[in-house]
């Protein structure tokens, strides 16, 4: 599950090589953006605000919560007039393509994702997802921009949009062509070196490297499912890779998730692998692998992992921001655990202060001002009838004396 900025985002804007793995921290802050009212986030929106902005209503959504308004119109304003969604787009007034803003699948997807989840908003999500059909390569899967070469990130968020509105990704063909053959294409072989697990894309000379991003992205494309994973009955033994029999989306989905599940079986954690960086632990890629486990019906191998996060991933949402909290709320439904009890963290209550209150929280902010008001309209008149009663009492007592 790729629930933050996709590798292929990062790509796009030179900070990672295609094969590194993503990352949940926004954009730094810059001079030139300014981080419009309605927007999750304070930092540089540029890069992510619209996919930022998409997590955090779903996992608003998710868990109950009825997003503000104002949130809600800053994203439907952000469409571009084909359907499609760029990654931000600072003056909506403003066309896209061209010198423009220019959609992409990742950000498109995302958003469908949110509004279907919001209900209310099938011509918004109805343009969105023509455009992204009309972006799907002969392959049958997506790239990041439109007619770039396929990649898994893109593919599985696709499916997972697809989804969302109720379409079967199985249907949606090009040249004969359907997203789960785009992503057995990218699957390594048992046999080889990342066995099970996807590679983002193939490099120069087509041979395909493990990504652990990709690789949980690929278990929700293969199975057909978005980023909110509903909890699932644990299945039995350890899931174990196997190259017999026809390679079904089930078996494609299970490989990866062997591969996922030895990853972090010993440290509970992944590490990053980022070119020319010292190796530390991947937090965004951890989340990923816990939904992608949960998904496919290992709980039990994503409970340590799970763990791990609740543990140590604190810091690293209160710096990365919105789409982190966002990632580690739907991570925690995905195994049916509380997000408001996340290692001494209320992720729903760290979430709501980086944005637009939701309706409820306004709702109540609004009782519990008219309460107050109403309070004090009492004591102020309890007062007046206790000054008018001993205005009261010191006349009796001066006629009484008189």
Not at 89 to 101: I, S
Not at 224 to 240: D, M, S
Request: proline letters at 6%; charged letters at 20%.
């Amino acid at each position: 599950m790729n629930v933050r900025r996709s590798a292929a985002a990062l790509a796009a804007i030179g900070v990672l090589a295609a094969a590194a793995p993503a990352t949940a921290a926004e954009a730094s802050p810059s001079p030139k953006a300014t981080v419009p009212a309605g927007l999750f986030g304070k930092g540089d929106p540029t890069y992510d605000g619209v996919w930022r902005q998409s997590l955090a209503l779903l996992a608003q959504h998710t868990v109950g919560e009825r997003p503000a308004a104002s949130a809600v119109k800053w994203l439907t304003g952000q469409q571009c007039a084909d359907g499609g969604f760029a990654a931000f787009r600072a003056d909506p007034a403003k066309p896209c393509g061209g010198k423009g803003a220019q959609p992409d699948t990742n950000s498109t997807a995302a958003a469908v994702q949110a509004l279907a989840a919001l209900g209310g908003h099938r011509a918004e999500t109805g343009s969105a997802v023509r455009w992204l059909k009309a972006q799907q390569n002969k392959d049958g899967g997506w790239g990041y921009s439109p007619g770039s070469p396929s990649d898994t990130n893109s593919t599985s968020v696709v499916v997972g949009a697809l989804t969302a509105v109720g379409l079967d990704p199985a249907k949606q063909h090009a040249k004969g062509k359907t997203p789960a053959e785009a992503l057995a294409a990218l699957a390594i072989p048992c046999a080889k070196d990342g066995g099970g697990a996807f590679a983002y894309q193939p490099d120069k000379k087509g041979k395909l490297a493990a990504n652990a991003d990709a690789t949980a992205a690929a278990v929700l494309g293969a199975l057909g499912k978005n980023f909110v994973v509903e909890p699932a009955k644990a299945r039995g033994k350890a899931p174990a890779c196997t190259d017999s029999g026809k390679a079904t989306r089930g078996r494609l989905a299970d490989n990866a998730a062997a591969y996922l599940a030895g990853a972090v079986a010993k440290s509970g954690h992944l590490m990053s692998a980022m070119a020319g960086a010292k190796a530390r632990p991947d937090f965004g890629n951890t989340a990923d692998t816990v939904v992608a486990l949960a998904a496919d019906g290992w709980s039990a191998q994503a409970k340590k992992p799970y763990a791990w996060l609740e543990k140590n991933a604190g810091p690293w949402a209160q710096q990365s921001g919105p789409a982190a909290y966002a990632q580690l709320i739907l991570t925690a439904h995905a195994l049916g655990e509380n997000p408001k009890e996340f290692g001494g963290t209320n992720l729903v209550q760290a979430l709501d202060k980086q944005g637009p209150a939701p309706e409820q929280a306004k709702k109540a902010a609004a009782h519990k001002a008219a309460e107050k008001k109403s309070n004090h309209q009492v004591w102020w008149f309890v007062g007046a009838c206790l000054f008018a009663g001993i205005g009261a009492g010191f006349l009796i007592s001066g006629r009484k004396k008189k």
